[in-house]
């Protein structure tokens, strides 16, 4: 080597590689609903995660999907994510029942995190079917650290709900109810009235919209959920056309009635990265400098809507005629 010749980088991995996983193990876990395990290829250890995060699954024709990630989160090798075949759905889940197979590769964005546990007394969780995939981490956790928590898990029978067989271990903190064999459960009887109990609840848009609208008891904590489809709008505000700027890209561009703001400054040159395109993943979160956001997402609490430093413009609007934000 020469006096002044520069050492040859390292190799480094292919982006890309690092934003592939393979299927390394497959299971059923419930009627229609497969468990899979997913590495990277090299086997290198993945980002971490919480108790409530989420995670990006790209198909090979780009569609993109989030699920949950319900395994361990100490294993620093592997994601487990358990999906559950939509006969109504878009397409996603049941490409990855009928593909994903093991040594299938999938591109993965995230993980990310709208559904945080936070210190309590005491924990109320509530699954609806699927639902129960982000709240068994949290379960976990809260069994680590010793604190004191329920389960009422919800489903039309037992055959259709996942990972009976790990929560039996926890006996009478599991309340498990199955409408073919009792019928409909009465929800409100499990409205706590102690103000230091936290809410968690994730399935079907009647169950979290049930649970949402339990006032929070005196000096406690409103329920927290997570959706799987963005919660449908009241209709009260029309959508009209309104400006958005785009202050460090230093544009301007007209939002149409029909057309979302990410579209709109897609148009004037100005990118914003998205994912689910519903206001459930949180991947376009941006800051508002100024204006009034209308939000449409099912992320924000009623505190941060009312604060509006933020919006989500893959569904979000304006209830104003001019939004400044921060991309």
Known sequence: MTPHAIPAAPPVAAPAARRTLVVVGRRTVAEGVVEL????????????????????????????????????????????IAVQRELDGRGGSAFLHDHAAEGFALGFGGPRNNFRLAPAADHLFIAGGIGITPLLPMIRQAELLDLPWRLLYLGRSRARLAYLDELASHGERVTVHCADEIGRADLEAWRPTDSRVRVYACGPTRLLDAVQAWPAPPGGFPAKVERFTAASTDGSHVARAFEVVAARSRSTVTVAPDETVVAALARAGVDVITSCAQGVCGTCETEVLDGRPDHRDSLLDDAERAASLCMFPCVSRSLGPRLVLDV
């Open 37 to 80: 395990a997913l590495a990277r290829p090299d086997g290198s250890r993945l980002p971490d995660w919480a108790p409530g995060a989420h995670i990006d699954v790209v198909l090979p024709d780009g569609r993109t999907r989030q699920y949950s990630l319900c395994g361990d989160r100490w294993d620093a090798a592997t994601y487990r």
